[in-house]
């Protein structure tokens, strides 16, 4: 998801920002927020709330009828939204939705890598395809996103990478392992995105406790034969 933000959404407290370059741990806790049935998840809020408060947001994901409805539904709210389909293990179509975003709105000022599933299983179970979908979609799909959008932001002299990574990035848990590893790395070619990347280029990790979601269903694939 890419956005233009003309100004930081006022809901957002300095702590929740994500302007800085250090790691935010956000802990949402299920208890006493307002959850929407049909939710497509944190980063269908994040597009809602920003646009809300004056971003133009370009969204993309599979579900182009998901992402349409998202998009109405803000334009009816008196935002600015648009969209692309993307399947972020493709990197042709992740450049497609980068170069169309810049199309549309003139320049990018932030892209949310937000795009993750989560298989849960032990790794004796070796849900190879289940694997390869976590390493695929919450991994590769983050470095294509870094690699389309990076040189525009060198052009731009600036912009900000907000990575959607996870508590499960900071703690290992079982039944989880690669999940976690696949979150773990994002937290790692994140740190080295900020340590190489030019001046006016922020990079910022985001690493949500618990939220309801999708998240642990996805996109359904095929079953591994069990070994
Ligand atoms: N929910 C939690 O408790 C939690 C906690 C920590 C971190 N996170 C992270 O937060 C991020 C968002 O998750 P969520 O909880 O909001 O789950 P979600 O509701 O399932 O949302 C996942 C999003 O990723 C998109 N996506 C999945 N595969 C894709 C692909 N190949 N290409 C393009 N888009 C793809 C989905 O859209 P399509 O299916 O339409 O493509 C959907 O919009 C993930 O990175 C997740 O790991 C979530």
């Not at 900071?170 to 999940?179: E, F, Q, T």
């Given at each position: 998801?890419?956005?233009?933000?003309l100004?930081?959404p006022?809901?957002?407290?300095?702590?929740?920002?994500?302007?800085?370059?250090?790691?935010?741990?956000?802990?949402h806790?299920?208890?006493?927020?307002?959850?929407?049935?049909?939710?497509?998840?944190?980063?269908?809020?994040?597009?809602?709330?920003?646009?809300?408060?004056?971003?133009?947001?370009?969204l993309?994901?599979?579900?182009t009828?998901?992402l349409?409805?998202?998009?109405?539904?803000?334009?009816?709210?008196?935002?600015?939204?648009?969209?692309?389909?993307?399947?972020?293990?493709?990197?042709?179509?992740v450049?497609?939705?980068?170069?169309?975003?810049?199309?549309?709105?003139?320049?990018?000022?932030?892209?949310?890598?937000?795009?993750?599933v989560?298989?849960?299983?032990?790794?004796?179970?070796?849900?190879?395809?289940?694997w390869?979908?976590?390493i695929?979609?919450?991994?590769?799909?983050?470095?294509?996103?870094?690699a389309?959008?990076?040189?525009?932001?060198?052009?731009q002299?600036?912009?900000?990478?907000?990575?959607?990574?996870s508590?499960?990035g900071?703690?290992?848990?079982?039944?989880?392992?690669?999940?976690a590893?696949?979150?773990?790395?994002v937290?790692?070619?994140?740190?080295?995105l900020?340590?190489?990347?030019?001046?006016g280029?922020r990079?910022?990790?985001?690493?949500?406790?618990?939220v309801?979601?999708?998240?642990?269903?996805?996109?359904?694939?095929?079953?591994?034969?069990?070994?």
């Open positions: 998801m890419c956005q233009t933000p100004k930081r006022s809901g957002w407290s300095s702590e929740r920002s994500t302007t800085g370059q250090g790691e935010k741990h956000v802990e806790r299920r208890k006493g927020r307002r959850h929407h049935r049909g939710s497509s998840g944190l980063g269908e809020a994040t597009a809602r709330l920003l646009a809300s408060s004056g971003a133009k947001v370009f993309g994901a599979r579900r009828e998901r349409n409805a998202v998009v109405t539904d803000i334009r009816r709210a008196g935002g600015q939204a648009a969209s692309r389909t993307v399947d972020v293990t493709k990197r042709a179509e450049e497609a939705f980068i170069r169309t975003a810049v199309e549309q709105f003139g320049r990018i000022d932030v892209v949310v890598n937000n795009a993750g989560m298989a849960s299983a032990p790794l004796a179970k070796a849900l190879i395809d289940e390869d979908r976590m695929d979609i919450n991994l590769k799909g983050v470095l294509y996103g870094i389309a959008a990076l040189p525009i932001f060198e052009r002299h600036g912009g900000q990478f907000i990575n959607i990574a508590v499960a900071l703690k290992v848990r079982a039944g989880n392992a690669v999940y590893a696949t979150k773990h790395a937290r790692a070619l994140s740190e080295g900020r340590l190489e990347a030019g001046e280029i990079t910022t990790i985001i690493s949500p406790g618990v309801q979601s999708e998240l642990p269903l996805g996109a359904p694939i095929p079953r591994a034969p069990r070994k």
